[in-house]
């Protein structure tokens, strides 16, 4: 079946309810907002490390188009639900203290296949935890947002994943490396993108503290993961590192992954 792309008037914002609005969850889709209506920036990255590739370019700056829209369904649910949220201003914060390497010419990574291996960990992670917000609300709207966004990451992931294929046969990293990278890239849900994105959002006229407002944020995202939600993108990270994706390593990393994620949550719920 073919994708139909959709829009924001695909969703029926009038059967927003506001009481099922859950001011923890509210948060972190502020951030979260932020976060996707960047994807100009990432299209300018990626096209700057393959600017030999007309092909990879036109797909990076769809791809583009559809995560800015992922960032103007968030921004207008979260304005719903708090009418003080400005996401003008609160963007424009983040993006006065957090931008991205956009002069630069070669992967972060190191290498084309890489960069991909990277892109593949953050779709199918972000396709995991929109899942998770919207199995975790009640609010409809936001439910069916969150659902929306899951299955166009889950795609995405594919289209990066097609992509490494190909670079795959020009650039013989190893399983190693690929899976160094994919580590790599998850241990930064603790950088300072999302940390920032968090607090532009949730903390006018306060100081930033990187460490702070990581955990503020991680500890808050973490308690809606289920081991479902997990299951389905430690899969798909081996697949991209190259790794058996249905072999014990990855079953040990399914549980290790969910202990890890509950214990950050019971962290926030502790300090509470």
């Known amino acids: 079946m073919a994708y139909e792309h959709w829009s924001l008037d695909d969703i029926d914002w009038a059967a ?15 951030a979260a907002s932020m ?46 639900a708090d009418p003080s949220f400005d996401f003008k201003s609160s963007f424009k914060r983040f993006t006065d ?10 992967s972060v990574r190191g290498t084309r ?21 919207g199995d975790a609300s009640e609010e409809p709207v936001l439910t069916k947002i969150c659902r929306l966004i899951a299955a166009d990451e889950l795609r995405h992931y594919k289209l990066f994943y097609t992509h490494l294929k190909r ?3 020009s650039e013989k990293i190893g399983k190693v490396k690929r899976a160094l990278i994919a580590l790599g890239r998850i241990t930064e849900t603790e950088d300072d993108e999302l940390a920032y994105a968090y607090f532009a959002a949730n903390g006018e006229g306060e100081v930033y503290n990187r460490k702070r407002w990581s955990k503020a944020y991680i500890q808050r ?27 014990r390593l990855a079953s ?14 019971k962290g926030l719920k502790e300090a509470a």
């Open 252 to 265: 040990w990393a399914c549980r290790a992954g969910y202990w890890a994620v509950q214990r950050k949550a």
């Open 221 to 247: 995202a973490a308690g809606y993961y289920r081991p479902k939600h997990l299951n389905l993108g430690v899969a798909m990270t081996f697949k991209a590192a190259g790794l058996n994706p249905q072999g």
């Open 97 to 106: 203290g957090y931008s991205l390497p956009l002069d630069a010419s070669t």
């Open 35 to 80: 976060v996707e209506y960047n994807g100009a920036d990432y299209a300018i990255y990626l096209c700057n490390v393959f600017p030999d590739d007309p092909e990879f370019q036109d797909a990076v700056n769809l791809w583009a188009e559809e995560e800015i829209q992922h960032g103007a369904a968030l921004a207008r649910w979260a304005e719903l």
């Open 113 to 133: 296949s890489g960069e991909l291996v990277a892109r593949c960990i953050v779709e199918v992670g972000t396709s995991s935890y929109y899942t998770a917000l």
């Open 16 to 30: 927003f309810e506001p009481a099922k609005v859950d001011p923890e969850i509210l948060k972190i889709i502020k």
């Open 167 to 169: 670079y795959l046969e």
